[in-house]
Structure formats: C-alpha cells, structure tokens
C-alpha cells in the first residue's frame, strides 16, 4: 500500500497559468497575426531590395529593432516600418531611443491585432512618402501613422495606455524639432 499517492488536481483547479503558459499563448496568437516570412535572411533580402547598404551596415545600426521583429514579423512588413519610424523619428534628439521605445510597445504591449494595425500602417506610410520629395517624407509618415493611432485610440488598444504613450513620443520629437 502506497503512503504518498500523488492525487491529480482537476483541470478546475489547475491555477493560474504560468508565465511559460502565457508566452506561449501569445506566440501562437502572434503567429496567427502575422504570417510569412520572418527570419534573418528574409530581412536581409528585403532590406537589400529597398537599400544599397550592406547587410552588415544595416545589422549594426538596427540591430535592437530587428530583435523586436525577426522571427515574429514578416520581413516585407518589418523592413518598411523600420524605414518609417527612421523618418517618422528624423528630427528626434535621441532618433534610434524613441524608434526602439515604439517598436517595442507596439509588440510588447498591443495585442498582436493592433500591432498589425500600427505596423501596417508605418509600412503604408513608408511607402506612400516615397514618391515625395525627400523633406514631405517625414509629416506624411507622421500624418498617416497618427491618424491610424487616433483610430486605434479608441478601441480596447488604449486600456494600457500604449497608443497615447506612442503619440507622446511623436509629440515630443516634433516639439523638438
């Protein structure tokens, strides 16, 4: 006869879950979000397709921003919002300190729906400013990349205060300038 039998607790009274569990829960939900092609080389090729700098180059200067995005954002919509928070972020005292705080509050903070939203828009921004001349670029990125958080404000995005923290930020780095 068994002493010490280890009783099963029902899945009712399983607790909490654990912090392994929640990770990867959102993992999951972020792969649902966004599908395609994430990896380094993909970023690489899709850097090379929009720039002439070498990969090295490109690595070293946005080394913090594709550690936000490699591995769990397409490259063909990571590269593009990096490209529009460098513009968006231009005329900033601290351009790649303001760069890194939005990337990582739009894929730290936001559910993996609005993420989407923001770096869908960055990435529209990005696009759409490039038949301007070289000094518009900038306020359009800004123009189109706000009025997607003032939509986004709106909704359950802003219940941490993410969206208004991204649009202080904007804020300040064109108070600055």
């Not at 009783?7 to 993992?27: C, F, K, S, V, Y």
């Not at 090379?48 to 690595?59: C, D, F, T």
């Not at 900038?138 to 969206?163: C, Q």
Request: hydrophobic share 45%; net charge positive.
């Amino acid at each position: 006869m068994a002493i010490f039998r280890r009783r099963q607790r029902p899945e009712a009274e399983a607790g909490p879950p654990t912090t392994a569990d929640l990770r990867a829960q959102r993992a999951a939900e972020w792969q649902r979000w966004f599908q395609g092609a994430a990896a380094e080389a993909d970023y690489r090729r899709a850097f090379l397709q929009y720039s002439p700098l070498m990969w090295e180059i490109v690595q070293s200067t946005q080394r913090e921003l594709l550690a936000l995005l490699v591995g769990r954002v397409p490259a063909e919509l990571g590269v593009p919002a990096i490209f529009a928070l460098s513009l968006l972020y231009s005329r900033h005292a601290k351009p790649d300190d303001a760069a890194r705080a939005t990337l990582a509050t739009i894929v730290h903070e936001l559910a993996p729906a609005h993420a989407r939203t923001l770096l869908a828009a960055l990435s529209d921004a990005w696009h759409n400013a490039q038949r301007c001349p070289y000094d518009a670029r900038a306020p359009l990125v800004r123009e189109e990349f706000t009025r997607a958080l003032r939509r986004l404000a709106t909704t359950s995005a802003e219940e941490a205060g993410a969206i208004s923290a991204i649009q202080q930020q904007i804020a300040f780095g064109w108070e600055a300038a």
